[in-house]
């Protein structure tokens, strides 16, 4: 039987699969100069190894890693729902604190880096409040029904009845805060970003089905942990979780490659523009889902064949997500931008990318030395004491 759990009662699989998706988001945010998509000009050898390393790390992990990070999301509210109905409390109201909390957060954050997620996850966090108590059924049928972007489906038929319309959607642009982005004037770029920036982020969330589906794998990740396919607490439940993510990747992988391929053909068949980007939006999503879910799946089992040897390296990195994913920011900002060193101006992808290897090696390594010392990460430690304020815990 594996080793499911440390000291705390985590679960070590789970860390590590979060550390995974925090990985390929760091990586993935240098190449992209943290959504400042300024790179000097490079040619020959180098420009080849430029173009993989993109083409690779999009591949891998564009809207993959997010996918990932939303669904353990969901898990981990339904970790500490349980926890508190165990206590005979009810999580509801500590919860919309808890997100009150991830949304200040979230403006630390996005005072930084344009395009960070954790506003969105504190505003579409609330959904999971109506449907926490909901059966296992209604829930299934909710996830599937925002999963298959109904929104998107909308505005294909409205351009089939006026294939003249073509209305404008994305009202807010990143490009808006590139001149402040390039600047050197600190203050600035921490206005453009908090604002321009920001609106920018949630204006491309909800054009491109980011709402829907995150919604939707918020509560896939809740509907994961009430029916115990995380666990590997004894050998029934791992046997239980092995057989669900086996044939998860044996369903998934083949289904993500068929919808690879046959997207491609799908959007070449569609001249108006407005229908296409609707299409575009569904079948990239479910595409993403599909190879998301494969990539779980086959993480999942290699740690637990492996009892968490390699693999389990990702996990202190996991554990202080949310400090890597803001402290990445910082610093991020700081190298690429013009206020700091403005690498954008030096750095093409390839060198992007071992500047976030560096970063992620030095993150972990933070890590691992930080829980020798301690149960939480930093601002894990901030947040969960302000999410229990009055409580003692």
Known sequence: MTNSSNSTGRIQAVDALRGFAVMGIILLHNIEHFNFYSFPETTGAL???????????????????????????????????????????DFKYRYMWRLVLLLLFGFVNASFFPGEILVLYAILGFVLVPVRHISNRALLVTLVILMLQPLEWIKVAYAAIDPSANPQQMIFSLADVYPQLGGNDFWEMVKVNFVTGQLASLNWAWCYGRVFQTCALFMLGLLLGRKGLFSSADDDALAHSRRFWTRTVCISLPVAVVMYYAKQFVFSQIDNPFMLASVETTLN?????????????????????????????????????????????????????????ALHTVCGHSYSFLVGVVMLVVQMAFAHWWFRHYRRGPLETIWHRLTWIGTGR
Do not use: C, H, V
């Not at 981990?76 to 165990?86: I, V």
């Not at 554990?319 to 700091?340: A, C, E, H, V």
């Open 47 to 89: 420009n080849a190894l430029d173009g993989t390393i993109w083409d690779f790390l999009f591949f891998s992990f564009s809207g993959k890693a997010y996918a990932i990070f939303a669904l353990l999301f969901g898990f981990t509210f339904y970790l500490q729902s349980r926890s508190q109905s165990r206590r005979g409390e």
């Open 285 to 341: 999503s479910w595409y993403n889902l599909a190879f998301m879910l494969a990539m779980t799946g086959a993480f999942l089992l290699l740690f637990w064949s492996f009892n968490g040897k390699i693999l389990n390296i990702l996990a202190p990195y996991g554990r202080m997500s949310l400090t890597d994913y803001i402290t990445q920011s910082i610093i991020g900002s700081f190298l690429y931008y013009g206020y700091g060193l």
